[in-house]
C-alpha cells in the first residue's frame, strides 16, 4: 500500500513471519501536514485490520522529520483544536500501541514534535549516533500533545520530561539512551532495525502481544491492576500452538530451536 506520504511495505521473514514496514516519505523535511497525516492514518489502519508479527515504522530524506506544518493551526478555534488533538489519538496513537506485535522506530536524524511523540508510542526505538530529538512546541505556544510529554515521562521521569518539553531543545540520541528513551544506538540504524523487527516478527508473537498488554495494565493502573490482569493474559498462552511447540522443543533439543508460528 502506498499512499502521497508514506509507504506500507508487507513482507514475510525467511522463517514465513508476517513483517510489514512503514515508510515516511514526503519531501525534504518529511512535515506532517493533513495530507501526512491522512496517508498515515491510513496506513495504521490497515496495520490493525491485519496485523502483521512485527512492524518497522523508518523515514526516507534528510531527516526523520522536521516537526509539523504550523499551517495545521493557524485559525483553530478551542473546538477545533481539540477535535484535533482526540482524532490523532484515536487515529494514530492509540492504534500503535494497541497492535498485538512488537513495533520498532528507526530514527536516522533529526526527529521533532509528531514524529517523536509516534515514536514514543511504539515498542523500542533505535537512533543513529546523528540523530537528535525535540519537542518544540512551544515556538507556536503549544505544548506537545499525541501523548509526547506523558510517554517520555515514563521512560525518562517526569523532571526529564518537563526539562525536554518546556525548553524546547533538541536533544542528542545518546543523551536519550542514557535517558532511557532510546533503546539502542545504531551507526547503520536502519539495517539494525530492520533484523530486530525480523528477529521479533520470528518470535513468539502472542507472547509479545502479551506482554504489551501486562505493562499497559500497568501504565493505566499501576503495578496492582498488572499483577491482577497478568494471570488471565499469560495463562491464555498455554492454549497456544507457539507455548505447546517451543515446551516440547525445549525438552526434547534444548533451547533457542523452536520455531514459532504466531499460533
Known sequence: MTGDCTRLERSTTDRGAALAVLTIDHGDLNLFDRAMFDSLTADIADLAAGPPRAVLLRAEGRVVSGGVDVHLFDGLTVEQGTVLWRTLFERIIAPIEALPCPVVFAAHALTLTAAFEIALACDLILAAPKAKFGLVETVVGLTPS????????????????????MTGDRYDAATLHDWGVVNQLHDDVDAAARALAVRLADGPTRAHDATKRIIAGWR??????????????SGALFGTEDLRGAVRSFLEAGPGKAVYTGR
Do not use: I, K, N
Open 146 to 165: 499525541m501523548g509526547g510529554p506523558q510517554r517520555l515521562a515514563e521512560r525518562a521521569g517526569s523532571g526529564r520530561a518537563r526539562e525536554l518539553v
Open 220 to 233: 493505566s493502573a499501576g503495578v496492582g491492576h498488572a499483577d491482577a490482569v497478568t494471570p488471565e493474559v
